[in-house]
């Protein structure tokens, strides 16, 4: 994916792995609940974070939200 306005990590009990989504096409309204393309798994929360930021870092995203385990 080229753009979106926000990347998500967060904890899926379900699978037992950290998720990472990405949300919303610049200029689309109401595009940051939108989500594009499928979730990507890691079983490290540091795994998902370092891509989820590498991805923010390289200007592509323009919100990183990280969540916690609960």
């Not at 926000?6 to 939108?34: L, Q």
Request: hydrophobic share 30%; charged share 30%; aromatic share 16%.
């Amino acid at each position: 994916m080229d753009k979106c306005i926000k990347i998500r990590v967060w904890w899926c009990r379900e699978f037992n792995s950290w998720g990472v989504t990405w949300y919303g096409i610049p200029g689309c309204y109401g595009a940051d609940d939108m989500q594009i393309g499928d979730s990507e798994w890691y079983y490290s929360k540091k795994d998902a974070v370092d891509m989820a930021k590498a991805y923010r870092d390289s200007g592509r995203c323009e919100t990183l939200e990280i969540g916690t385990r609960r």
